[in-house]
């Protein structure tokens, strides 16, 4: 009898679709694509999901069946854009084949590089990860531009990514080098059935020479967790307090 994890198919063929669209978007932080690197995120992703397996053979259910479902095809496409920017940020330097047909933009002027902002939307009940909520990030009560198009803004949480987002807007130009300057963002979660939560920060940057290109989750910029709360407890809530 042969088993065979039909999963294995499935997010290979994800992966690589996705490590092509963000090499044709000319995404600089995507340092290497070599199949050692693919089967990384491949296996970042199998040991996140729920295998499917199968007897060979058989041929009841193929991998296309499977992507079928847009929830779980969503769910892994979260994971393998976690799995690619984590092992893209990781120091590899056994890897030769680094890429170089990325053409760096040149800028003019100094630049202030933003961090890339991270954190995770949780369930007020059960203070689970909480999937489907829409999360956009402001600056000045406008939407952020971001570094590239493999970041969304607004985005989505998945419950396959524990309810957590990433953002990573895009460098702005500064006037002088070395130049110090407050950045004010809010944080809008939103989900039906929800009430909406925001969240305000700052962070103060110095301006630098050039738009940085590598991807540093150790320069990352953690939010506390927020919490949502279902619009009938809050109301449960206001009332039991009245009372
Ligand atoms: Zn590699």
Redesign the pocket.
């Known amino acids: 009898m042969n088993i065979h994890n039909l999963m294995e198919e499935v997010v290979g063929h994800r992966i690589n679709k996705l490590y092509n669209q963000i090499k044709e978007v000319n995404a600089c932080w995507l340092t290497?694509?070599?199949e050692?690197?693919r089967a990384d995120a491949i296996s970042y992703v199998l040991n996140r999901v729920a295998p499917r397996y199968v007897v060979s053979g058989r041929g009841v259910i193929h991998a296309r069946d499977i992507l079928q479902d847009a929830q779980i095809k969503a769910d892994i496409d979260a994971l393998g854009i976690e799995g690619i920017r984590i092992i893209s940020s990781t120091k590899?330097p056994f890897?030769s084949?680094a890429r170089t047909e990325c053409i760096v933009e040149a800028s003019e002027k100094p630049v202030f590089n933003f961090p890339i902002i991270q954190g995770s939307i949780l369930e007020g009940n059960t203070f689970e990860p909480l999937a489907n909520a829409t999360v956009t990030l402001k600056m000045d009560g406008k939407e952020v531009d971001m570094a590239d198009i493999t970041w969304a803004n607004p985005l989505n949480t998945y419950s396959s990514t524990k309810g957590s987002y990433s953002f990573w807007p895009k460098a702005i130009e500064a006037e002088n080098a070395d130049e110090t300057k407050k950045f004010n963002f809010s944080i809008e979660v939103k989900r039906p059935g929800y009430d909406q939560v925001n969240y305000a920060f700052d962070t103060v940057l110095i301006s630098e020479n050039k738009i940085r290109k590598e991807l540093d989750t150790t320069v990352s910029l953690k939010i506390m967790d927020l919490v949502m709360f279902r619009e009938e407890i809050k109301n449960t809530m206001n009332r039991m307090i009245k009372d």
């Open positions: 290497c694509d070599c050692n690197c590899r890897h084949s």
